[in-house]
């Protein structure tokens, strides 16, 4: 098992250096110069030398990507071009909002995922079932914005029992989390009905009932306890766009995260918040799912034995 | 009589040839069928626009700043007194437009490197699927974001940026299925009487792993107007006066308090047209897969 993770420990080093070829890429081989996309069409030939100089511009590209990594190593994203903030502190700020937000928003969806899963599953074909499906399809369509918007008119506008925007108190967190979990529920309840399908129809199930075990036990500590197990990876997988839900909810909501640091960022074209913000929440998702990577090796002996 | 036992076999294989069985269980399925009404009527508004729309996109009528939904104006006016329902319409052009641009470099780009992969395997094989396995770390939002914010606003670089991204989903399934393909007798008999390896993917292995990919395409297609809205909405796609949706949506933001209907009806269309991609998706992925045919047995 150790060697199992250890692995997977290794292998995540190479996805680490890609994903910060990738980042570094965005500001650096896309079509048109750096010191243009940073300054703008209308910037002095002096500020264009002066930011030229400051990034090494004028050094081979692998120079340039070898000093950037060596600097982000040591936890050295520089500065804001905006602010003239240190971008790490920006980040590092911004970062507890972020988790609070996707936390939040991945429990809210598995508490509401979970249970029409299961429901769905054992009365498969029924009303509730269909409604369970049908609604859940209806969850994954809804465009986050739109339903964080229609969430803030009735229950901020219309009604009043929750603020617009902010963060600090419950009250701040439950819309955008609410709107944040519901398309990630949707999905779960998806999974989790057909993981428990296939499930109640293994021979170990049948054994349970045969031997007299009422329903409610069977159903839960027995296939329950391994209709999860996909779950539990796909949560993991699902992290990226929970992320990314997290940047369109926090814009709408006004909460202080990472995600609207990236957004208010772009527009102030102040890339390297916006490169380390990515670099960031890109490196969360590859130690997130290192962690359902191990987590599996926990619950699946078959995994930890092979 | 001889003919006519050949014209009865050919008849039965036809009856029983996949696409018609997949045809036949799309045909059974509800919710697939009403997915897939919907997407006609959403196609039918982006030909006809001109004709169902009562007035131009643009055309702005300021005395009837934020009308309320009316038999005049049948979703209300936005803040410059256009129609909406107007604009609605025009914008189903561009979802579709959008749709099928992103899918398309998507699948281009993925099932060409899958069936790379999958078919020659070792270091390329490696090579793909370890960058694969790098584009699936980031949340194509946030990714996306950033290449448009250097490419700059514009539905086209959104279109892009989504296009260019996404595709690593398309490579990975793309790729399994050629790993089994390339495994069948028809390749060898492909082989035996020297098909190049370009014709072996191309004609071969190709058709034989499209189902897939077409299940994965039209639930794409969901995803990829919901993410090129998401853009628009957050500023760095569709440009004014451009009627796409998201920005229509964006614009009413604002105005939400006032004028509820300019930030609810882009969305509703948003919702509708994504859960009609949505609900044909998984009926295509139920008509195609092998294992409900036991199941019907």
């Known amino acids: 098992?150790?060697?199992?993770?250890?692995?997977?420990?290794?292998?995540?080093?190479?996805?680490?250096?890609?994903?910060?070829?990738?980042?570094?890429?965005?500001?650096?081989?896309?079509?048109?110069?750096?010191?243009?996309?940073?300054?703008?069409?209308?910037?002095?030939?002096?500020?264009?030398?002066?930011?030229?100089?400051?990034?090494?511009?004028?050094?081979?590209?692998?120079?340039?990507?070898?000093?950037?990594?060596?600097?982000?190593?040591?936890?050295?994203?520089?500065?804001?071009?905006?602010?003239?903030?240190?971008?790490?502190?920006?980040?590092?700020?911004?970062?507890?909002?972020?988790?609070?937000?996707?936390?939040?928003?991945?429990?809210?969806?598995?508490?509401?995922?979970?249970?029409?899963?299961?429901?769905?599953?054992?009365?498969?074909?029924?009303?509730?079932d269909h409604s369970g499906m049908v609604g859940a399809l209806f969850g994954v369509s809804m465009p986050v914005f739109w339903q964080g918007l229609m969430m803030i008119l009735i229950f901020s506008f219309i009604l009043g029992w929750t603020p617009i925007s902010g963060r600090g108190t419950i009250s701040h967190l439950i819309l955008p989390a609410i709107t944040l979990g519901t398309s990630q529920a949707a999905l779960i309840a998806r999974l989790t009905r057909s993981s428990m399908l296939e499930v109640i129809r293994q021979d170990y199930v049948r054994t349970a009932r045969a031997?007299?075990?009422?329903?409610?036990?069977?159903?839960i500590k027995h296939a329950l306890k391994n209709a999860l197990m996909p779950v539990v990876t796909i949560v993991a997988l699902q992290l990226p766009v929970l992320f990314g839900g997290a940047v369109i909810t926090e814009t709408v909501f006004a909460w202080p995260g990472m995600g609207r640091l990236i957004v208010t960022s772009i527009f102030v074209r102040d890339f390297p918040v916006v490169q380390a913000a990515v670099l960031i929440i890109a490196i969360l998702v590859v130690l997130c799912n290192l962690l359902a990577d191990i987590l599996y090796i926990f619950l699946d002996p078959r995994i930890r034995y092979a | 009589m001889k003919s006519a036992v050949d014209k009865d076999a050919v008849e039965q294989i036809k009856s029983k040839s996949q696409l018609r069985i997949a045809l036949r269980r799309l045909k059974g399925n509800r919710l697939a069928v009403f997915g897939a009404g919907i997407i006609a009527m959403i196609i039918f508004a982006a030909i006809f626009a001109p004709w169902i729309a009562p007035q131009h996109y643009r055309t702005q009528v300021l005395r009837d700043r934020f009308q309320p939904p009316s038999w005049e104006y049948p979703l209300g006016t936005d803040n410059l007194g256009r129609?909406?329902?107007?604009?609605?319409?025009?914008?189903?052009?561009?979802?579709?437009?959008?749709?099928?641009?992103?899918?398309?470099?998507?699948?281009?780009?993925?099932?060409?490197l899958g069936l790379i992969a999958g078919f020659?395997?070792?270091?390329?094989?490696?090579?793909?699927?370890?960058?694969?396995?790098?584009?699936?770390?980031?949340?194509?939002?946030?990714?996306?974001?950033?290449?448009?914010?250097?490419?700059?606003?514009?539905?086209?670089?959104?279109?892009?940026?989504?296009?260019?991204?996404?595709?690593?989903?398309?490579?990975?399934?793309?790729?399994?299925?050629?790993?089994?393909?390339?495994?069948?007798?028809?390749?060898?008999?492909?082989?035996?009487?020297?098909?190049?390896?370009?014709?072996?993917?191309?004609?071969?292995?190709?058709?034989?792993?499209?189902?897939?990919?077409?299940?994965?395409?039209?639930?794409?297609?969901?995803?990829?107007?919901?993410?090129?809205?998401?853009l628009s909405f957050l500023g760095l796609g569709a440009l004014p006066p451009q009627p796409c949706w998201g920005a229509i949506l964006a614009a009413g933001r604002d105005f939400l308090r006032r004028a509820p209907w300019i930030a609810t009806f882009p969305g509703i269309a948003i919702m509708i047209t994504v859960l009609g991609f949505n609900f044909l998706g998984d009926g295509l992925r139920d008509a195609l897969d092998p294992r409900q045919e036991i199941e019907i047995k």
């Open chain 1, 211 to 219: 031997k007299g075990l009422m329903e409610k036990i069977v159903i």
């Open chain 2, 83 to 112: 129609c909406l329902f107007s604009r609605i319409i025009f914008g189903s052009r561009l979802a579709l437009m959008v749709g099928v641009v992103i899918i398309g470099i998507q699948v281009t780009l993925g099932v060409s």
């Open chain 1, 1 to 128: 098992m150790h060697v199992l993770i250890a692995k997977r420990l290794i292998y995540i080093i190479p996805i680490v250096l890609g994903v910060t070829i990738v980042v570094f890429s965005i500001l650096h081989l896309t079509p048109g110069c750096p010191t243009t996309i940073i300054l703008g069409d209308h910037a002095t030939p002096t500020a264009i030398a002066e930011l030229r100089d400051r990034l090494g511009l004028d050094d081979p590209i692998y120079i340039q990507y070898f000093r950037w990594l060596s600097r982000i190593i040591r936890g050295d994203f520089g500065r804001s071009i905006h602010t003239r903030q240190r971008v790490v502190e920006m980040v590092l700020q911004r970062a507890p909002a972020t988790v609070e937000l996707t936390l939040t928003g991945m429990i809210i969806s598995l508490l509401i995922g979970i249970p029409i899963g299961i429901i769905s599953a054992t009365k498969q074909y029924s009303i509730i």
């Open chain 2, 120 to 230: 020659y395997g070792g270091v390329l094989d490696n090579l793909i699927m370890r960058i694969v396995d790098i584009m699936l770390a980031f949340p194509a939002i946030v990714l996306a974001l950033a290449v448009a914010a250097v490419l700059g606003a514009g539905l086209f670089n959104a279109m892009l940026a989504l296009g260019v991204i996404g595709w690593s989903g398309y490579a990975r399934v793309s790729r399994g299925q050629v790993l089994a393909a390339k495994e069948n007798e028809y390749i060898e008999a492909a082989r035996a009487v020297g098909a190049s390896n370009f014709r072996i993917m191309v004609r071969h292995i190709l058709p034989n792993i499209v189902a897939p990919i077409i299940v994965m395409a039209t639930l794409g297609m969901a995803g990829a107007l919901l993410a090129a809205s998401a």
